[in-house]
Structure formats: structure tokens, C-alpha cells
């Protein structure tokens, strides 16, 4: 089975932090990507990798970036944090380039609180 | 662009009850259909997926079937459980690298 790893469950930082949240996936997927889900709103993406280095903004990139130095790591970085960042943070991956038919695999989210 | 519409929230169902979950999506070419389900407190997990026109997925009692003619990739269960109480997602697999999620819907089963 897939297994994608998020280094947090719980995290709860301060406002102005810079924030660094890890995914690490074990099947050597090509693609990894990087969610938020807010009630109301279902989950949106924020940035996606094709292959080590490479990243393509998402639908929400404003006040995130991220970093894939290796093909199995993708971190997401909050380089300012602020409230409005309070959300669930979920890390996928999936096999394929470009157009594939296979599923993204989830880890079990990151809860992210900014005081 | 692409899209996905599924049935509002939340339902509420008896156990043991049938349950159908609509969903409805919009895209360009053949895109992969999948179901995802989240149970309280947790990340997303495949239920099901189709690749292509009349594909049927099925998985832990669960089923959806690809159906082309009216774009739909409903979820059905003959019998629901207490334990299938979480939130529902339709997702399709585009032209491009992104999933298009439905907005999820919650099911809540009674026993």
C-alpha cells in the first residue's frame, strides 16, 4: 500500500512564524501535491510537483511556497504566517506524468492553527 | 474548465438503509472518475475509481458507475453501517495534472 506521511497531526504556531509542513510518500511517485480544506469551501490546491525541483502553482498559491529536493519529500512553507491560514493541510501523491488515470494517495492531514 | 457537482449535505440515514450519493461533473476528453471518503479526524482515502465510459467501481459494498451519456458517477451502498458515517467525495482526474473535488458530502448513519 501507499503510504504518505505527514510529520504533524496537530501544529499550532504564531502569527509571523514562517512554518514548514513535511510529506514524505514511500512508492516513488512522480507527483506530489499540496491541499487545504476549509469547511464550506472543500479542498483546494495550493502547489504541485511534477518531478524533483519542479512545482506548478495551484489554485491558491498566495502566501505558501514549497520545496521537493528529493522525489520522495515535499515540504510546504508559510513564509509569514497569518490567521487566515488556520486550515487542514492534506499532502497527496500519484504516479503518471502528466494526464494519468491513477488516483492521488492522501496522508492524514495536518491540522495548522495560527495564533 | 472542469467541474464536479455533488448532492448537498448532510445525510442522515437508519442503519441498513440504501444510500445514494449524486454526483455530476463537467470536463473536456475522458477524464477518471474516483470516490474518496474521510472519516473524523483523518486524511483522504480512495473508495472507488472508473477510467472510463460504463466502467463500475466498486469497493467495501460501495459502487459508482461511469456513465458517459449523463456525465454522473453516483455512489451507491445497499446497506449502510454506523461505521460508514464520514464525508464523500466525487473527484475527477482531468486533461491535466489536477483532481476536481465536489464540495463532500457528510453521512451520518444512525443505528
Known amino acids: 500500500d501507499v503510504k504518505v506521511t505527514q510529520s504533524s497531526r496537530y501544529l499550532v504556531k504564531r502569527t509571523g512564524e514562517k512554518v514548514f509542513l513535511e510529506c514524505v510518500q514511500d512508492?516513488?511517485?512522480?507527483?506530489m501535491f499540496w491541499y487545504r480544506q476549509d469547511p464550506g469551501l472543500g479542498l483546494r490546491l495550493i502547489y504541485f510537483s511534477y518531478d524533483v525541483k519542479m512545482k506548478e502553482k495551484g489554485d491558491i498559491p498566495e502566501g505558501y511556497s514549497v520545496s521537493r529536493e528529493k522525489k520522495e519529500r515535499f515540504s510546504l512553507i508559510l513564509e509569514s504566517a497569518s490567521t487566515n491560514q488556520t486550515s487542514m493541510y492534506l499532502c497527496?501523491?500519484?504516479?503518471?506524468?502528466?494526464?494519468?488515470?491513477?488516483?492521488?494517495?492522501f496522508g492524514d492531514g495536518t491540522r495548522l492553527s495560527i495564533l | 474548465g472542469d467541474s464536479v457537482t455533488q448532492m448537498e449535505g448532510p445525510v442522515t440515514l437508519s442503519e441498513e438503509a440504501f444510500l445514494t450519493i449524486n454526483c455530476t461533473y463537467t470536463a473536456t476528453g475522458y477524464p477518471s472518475l474516483f470516490w474518496y471518503v474521510q472519516y473524523p479526524g483523518e486524511g483522504l482515502q480512495l473508495l472507488l475509481k472508473?477510467?472510463?465510459?460504463?466502467d463500475k467501481g466498486s469497493n467495501k459494498g460501495f459502487e459508482a458507475t461511469y456513465r458517459k451519456e449523463t456525465t454522473s458517477f453516483h455512489l451507491e451502498k445497499g446497506s449502510v453501517q454506523v461505521s460508514d458515517s464520514a464525508v464523500y467525495f466525487c473527484?475527477?482526474?482531468?486533461?491535466?495534472?489536477?483532481?476536481?473535488f465536489g464540495k463532500g458530502t457528510l453521512l451520518t448513519v444512525n443505528p
Open positions: 497527496a501523491s500519484r504516479t503518471g506524468t502528466g494526464y494519468s488515470n491513477q488516483p492521488q494517495h
Open positions: 512508492m516513488d511517485h512522480e507527483n
Open positions: 472508473a477510467t472510463k465510459a460504463d
Open positions: 473527484a475527477l482526474s482531468g486533461s491535466n495534472y489536477k483532481l476536481t
